[in-house]
C-alpha cells in the first residue's frame, strides 16, 4: 500500500485539529468542530485543493477515549486508513519538545506518522456488541468501588477514634445502598452473560479463554474487550507486555546489576485482572499450586513466581484462541 498524505488529529472535546502532511512536511492545517460536518467540511477541502485521495492517506491520532468517536465512527464508514497510536509512545519519539497547541501537537502527530509508518497497525472498530459489554464493565468497576467506599465510610481508623455505637450507626446508616449497588452489580453481570449468549463467535471465544485455569467471566471479558476479540493483539508477547507482565533487564556496565523488573507503563487494569487469575490458579491448586510452592521453596521471589504464573496464563489464552481450541490439562508435566 502506498501511502502519500499523512493527516495528523489532535482531538479535543469540542474541536478537531488537523494537519495534513506531504513528503515529510506540514502544508495545511485546518480546525473543525468536533462533529459529522465539521470532519466533512475538513475532507472535502483537501480533496479540492490538494487532490487527497483517502485510499492513499492515513489519519493518525492518539487514544483519547470517548471525544475520539464520532471522527473513527465517520472515517469508519468512508472506509479510510485510521492509525490510533498510545499518546505517550508519540510523546517519546519525539525527544525533547518546546511549546504545545492543538495546532502543532496536530502536526507533531502527522509527522510521527510519516517517519513511522513501517510501524502502522490498522484500527479495527470494534463490534457494538463489544462496545456494548466493555461500558458495562466501566459501570460495575464503578458501582464496586462505590461499595467499597460506602462498607468503610469513616475510614481505616474508624475502629480506633469511634465508639462501637458510632460504628454500628454508621454502618446501619449504609447498608440498605450497599445492598441496592450490589444487586445493581448482579444485574450487569447478568446482563453481560446474555451478551454472550446472544452471539455464537463471542460465545465461543468466551469459552475458550474461561477454559484456562483461573480466568473467570469477569477476567475473560476484560481481557476480550481491550484486545477487540484478538483484533488488536495477535502476539502474546505484545499482550503480555502491553499488559506489565513481561519483565525488562534493569543493568549498566559494571555499575548497575539490578535483577529485571516489570515496567509501571502498562495497563493497570488488566494487570490486575491477570494477578486475580493467578492467585485464584494457586488456590485451586494443580499444576499453578504445585509450580508456585516449588519456585519459593528454591529461593525465588513470591511476586517474582506470581508474575511468572500470569504471563504464562497470557500465553496459554492466545495459543488457545490462535488455535480455536480449549484448553487441555496435560497430566504429569510440571511448569518450567
Known amino acids: 500500500m502506498e501511502i502519500n498524505h499523512f493527516i495528523g488529529v489532535d482531538v479535543s472535546k469540542g474541536t478537531l485539529d488537523f494537519s495534513l502532511a506531504y513528503q515529510g512536511k506540514v502544508i495545511y492545517h485546518l480546525r473543525v468542530s468536533n462533529s459529522n460536518s465539521g470532519i466533512e467540511s475538513f475532507i472535502k477541502e483537501i480533496k479540492k485543493n490538494f487532490a487527497v485521495n483517502l485510499s492513499n492517506t492515513i489519519f493518525c491520532m492518539e487514544h483519547n477515549g470517548i471525544y475520539n468517536n464520532i471522527l473513527l465512527l465517520y472515517?469508519?464508514?468512508?472506509?479510510t486508513n485510521v492509525w490510533v497510536e498510545s499518546a505517550l509512545q508519540i510523546k517519546q519519539s519525539q525527544g525533547?519538545?518546546?511549546?504545545?497547541?492543538?495546532?502543532?501537537?496536530?502536526?507533531?502527530?502527522?509527522i510521527y506518522a510519516y517517519r513511522y509508518l513501517e510501524n502502522y497497525t490498522p484500527w479495527n472498530p470494534p463490534r457494538e456488541i463489544i462496545i456494548q459489554m466493555k461500558q458495562l464493565l466501566v459501570i460495575r468497576a464503578r458501582i464496586v468501588e462505590a461499595v467499597k467506599q460506602l462498607s468503610s465510610p469513616i475510614g481505616k481508623d474508624a475502629e480506633i477514634f469511634f465508639t462501637k455505637t458510632h460504628l454500628r450507626l454508621s454502618k446501619k446508616c449504609c447498608e440498605s445502598s450497599i445492598k441496592a449497588l450490589q444487586k445493581d452489580v448482579k444485574a450487569i453481570e447478568k446482563q453481560i452473560k446474555d451478551l454472550i449468549r446472544s452471539d455464537e463467535s463471542l460465545n465461543r471465544l468466551f469459552k475458550i479463554v474461561m477454559s484456562v485455569d483461573g480466568v473467570g467471566l469477569l477476567i475473560a471479558a476484560t481481557i476480550?474487550?481491550?484486545t477487540n476479540e484478538f483484533k488488536n493483539f495477535?502476539?502474546?508477547?505484545?499482550?503480555?507486555?502491553?499488559?506489565?507482565v513481561v519483565p525488562f533487564e534493569h543493568s549498566s556496565g559494571s555499575s548497575i546489576k539490578g535483577r529485571p523488573k516489570v515496567s509501571h507503563l502498562a495497563n493497570k487494569n488488566v494487570k490486575k485482572m491477570l494477578h486475580l487469575a493467578a492467585l485464584t490458579g494457586i488456590r485451586k491448586g494443580g499444576e499453578f499450586r504445585e509450580f508456585y510452592e516449588r519456585k519459593v521453596a528454591e529461593g525465588k521471589h513470591k511476586m517474582s513466581v506470581i508474575n511468572s504464573i500470569r504471563n504464562k496464563l497470557v500465553l496459554?489464552?492466545?495459543?488457545?484462541?490462535?488455535e480455536n481450541r480449549l484448553f487441555v490439562k496435560k497430566p504429569q508435566v510440571l511448569l518450567a
Open 96 to 110: 525533547m519538545l518546546r511549546g504545545k497547541n492543538d495546532k502543532v501537537d496536530s502536526a507533531r502527530i502527522a
Open 316 to 322: 496459554r489464552i492466545f495459543a488457545c484462541v490462535r
Open 75 to 79: 472515517l469508519g464508514k468512508l472506509n
Open 224 to 226: 476480550i474487550t481491550t
Open 234 to 244: 495477535s502476539c502474546a508477547k505484545k499482550f503480555a507486555c502491553y499488559s506489565g
